[in-house]
T-cell receptor
Framework: QKEVEQNSGPLSVPEGAIASLNCTYS??????FFWYRQYSGKSPELIMS????GDKEDGRFTAQLNKASQYVSLLIRDSQPSDSATYLC???????FGAGTRLTVKP | EPEVTQTPSHQVTQMGQEVILRCVPI?????FYWYRQILGQKVEFLVS????????KSEIFDDQFSVERPDGSNFTLKIRSTKLEDSAMYFC???????????FGQGTRLTVV
């Protein structure tokens, strides 16, 4: 089983909709979880970090962590075309990424 | 704002040559990483480095690769005897204590011809 798994997409949503991105992980001992965004040709940039079960909100972004089920998700509310990018989930301290989910927000 | 700096931004090398990719992590960061991203593909973990030694490495990181922190500020990735398939973007990242996020450099695009 891969350490970190994401649906590679592509995921397409209309502008203004909620985009939901999911990530599952295999190591039950993982304690830190990160969502990065990568625009084409650019380096990954951090969007959210989450360490405790539950939801963490930052503007239009909400990260959700469920350690019992070993998944972490990212919700993007009121999606904008500028949110079109690949979203990478990283788990635990060795910063291994999932394959990334490519999101397209259509105007 | 502190940032991770990578040089050069683009390196072209002939097959079989050795290349050294350089990174200056954010000062006072403790953990350092190298990643590879072949065009159109995912970001692949190569190696993590802590306390002057490799802490984890992937199956990609074979004897062709080595890392070094030669002077307490630079963090380098050496690729010996480059192959065409080594052509990729290489990202360096650093982070502070445990459970903090990593920051990425802008990458070095390596082209092997």
């Amino acid at each position: 089983q891969k350490e970190v798994e994401q649906n590679s997409g592509p995921l397409s949503v209309p502008e203004g909709a909620i985009a939901s991105l999911n990530c599952t992980y295999s190591d039950r001992g993982s304690q830190s979880f990160f969502w990065y965004r990568q625009y084409s040709g650019k380096s990954p940039e951090l969007i959210m970090s989450i360490y405790s079960n539950g939801d963490k909100e930052d503007g239009r972004f909400t990260a959700q962590l469920n350690k019992a089920s070993q998944y972490v998700s990212l919700l993007i509310r009121d999606s904008q075309p500028s949110d079109s990018a690949t979203y990478l989930c990283a788990v635990k301290n060795d910063m291994r990424f999932g394959a990334g989910t490519r999101l397209t927000v259509k105007p | 704002e502190p940032e991770v700096t990578q040089t050069p931004s683009h390196q072209v090398t002939q097959m079989g040559q050795e290349v050294i990719l350089r990174c200056v992590p954010i000062s006072n960061h403790l953990y350092f990483y190298w990643y590879r991203q072949i065009l159109g593909q995912k970001v692949e973990f190569l190696v993590s480095f802590y306390n002057n030694e490799i802490s984890e490495k992937s199956e990609i990181f074979d004897d062709q690769f080595s890392v070094e922190r030669p002077d307490g500020s630079n963090f380098t990735l050496k690729i010996r005897s480059t192959k065409l398939e080594d052509s990729a973007m290489y990202f360096c990242a650093s982070r502070g204590p445990v459970n903090t996020e990593a920051f990425f450099g802008q990458g070095t695009r390596l082209t092997v011809v």
